[in-house]
């Protein structure tokens, strides 16, 4: 329960901040400026940011004009305060205090990463779904930040790994030039890394085919970028399972849309909120989906 709260409550932080994120990429304002109202402008106060808790006590309208806030900022704090929550739990074992530093470090990057993923993801929904646009300001960045962090991880338990079996009387012989252990499990750290970004070439390849033979009707850059996040992000076989997923959530939504004639045929609706969705579920229970499915074909088989 402690780590749930622990959880909920960063995650209810960062909701907040992912909210902002999503309104500042669609303009020219900066995203570390202060918090103020839309309507009056007025910068808001400390005791006006605590997540969800400033909003039930001003009950949803500026303390300044009065005007009303929009509920989308009380809805996605509390949705981040609950994926975050729900990443807490499935990274963070109840043992963690009796873990290894390391062991501890690691899983404490792992978390911090998973939310930052979440964040992009959760801010590319709101801003496709609203303006039909997924911002280079947040997908550029998102990609580099990513690179970057899987690169310094494979470095960082390069070096853990180097440093304890030279510091170990038999781990001595386990390395160059008396054995390819440590380089095999170089490797083996970096299959974040070279699986991240193969899967982001396939995904890349896969959207800009699709960009080309539709002429750019059926796909726009923007998912491109982000389908490049994704198979960053997730790797592979997650990566897989977000795109069907996601195209699988789209036909659904589309063809529901279609009945109650909200669109017709040859209208188009925005396809990011659905990779991000595709993204967040593949995140979670990525390789538990593709593994129930590899096993599901096999008895089908039979």
């Given amino acids: 329960m402690e780590i749930f709260s622990l959880g909920f409550i960063f995650g209810a932080i960062l909701g907040s901040f992912t909210k902002a994120l999503a309104d500042r990429s669609l303009t020219k304002v900066s995203f570390f400026g202060r918090s103020y109202c839309n309507h009056c402008q007025k910068q808001l106060v400390w005791y006006d940011l ?49 873990l290894s530093p390391i062991s501890q470090s690691l899983k404490i990057i792992e978390v911090i990463f998973k939310s930052f993923v979440l964040l992009v993801l959760v801010s590319v929904f709101l801003t496709d779904i609203k303006k039909g646009l997924i911002p280079d300001r947040i997908t550029y960045p998102a990609v580099m930040i990513t690179f970057i962090y899987l690169v310094a991880l494979t470095i960082y338990k390069s070096v853990i790994l180097y440093f304890y079996l030279k510091n170990n009387t038999f781990g001595k012989f386990l390395l160059p030039p008396h054995s390819d252990y440590f380089f095999r499990h170089v490797l083996y750290s970096a299959d974040p890394l070279i699986s991240g970004v193969l899967s982001a070439l396939g995904l890349g390849l896969f959207f800009g085919l699709i960009i080309i033979l539709t002429k ?19 790797g592979f ?37 659905f990779l991000a969705l595709g993204s967040i579920m593949a995140l979670f229970w990525g390789q538990q989906i593709y593994d129930w499915y590899l096993n599901f074909s096999k008895g089908s088989i039979f």
Wanted: with cysteine; proline share 6%; charged share 10%.
């Fill in 50 to 98: 605590f997540p969800i808790i400033s909003y039930l006590l001003i009950k949803g309208k500026c303390r300044y004009c009065k005007k009303a806030i929009p509920l989308e900022y009380l809805l996605v704090e509390v949705l981040m305060g609950v994926l975050i929550a729900w990443l807490f739990l499935q990274i963070i074992p109840t043992t963690f205090l009796t």
């Fill in 237 to 273: 076989p997650s990566s897989l399972v977000a795109i069907i997923l996601a195209f699988l959530s789209g036909s659904i939504v589309g063809l529901v849309l279609l009945v109650i004639k909200i669109k017709r045929f040859g209208q188009t609706i925005p396809f990011g909120p």
């Fill in 216 to 234: 750019g009707r059926g796909m726009g850059g923007g998912d491109l970028k982000l389908a490049i996040f994704m198979g960053l992000t997730l």
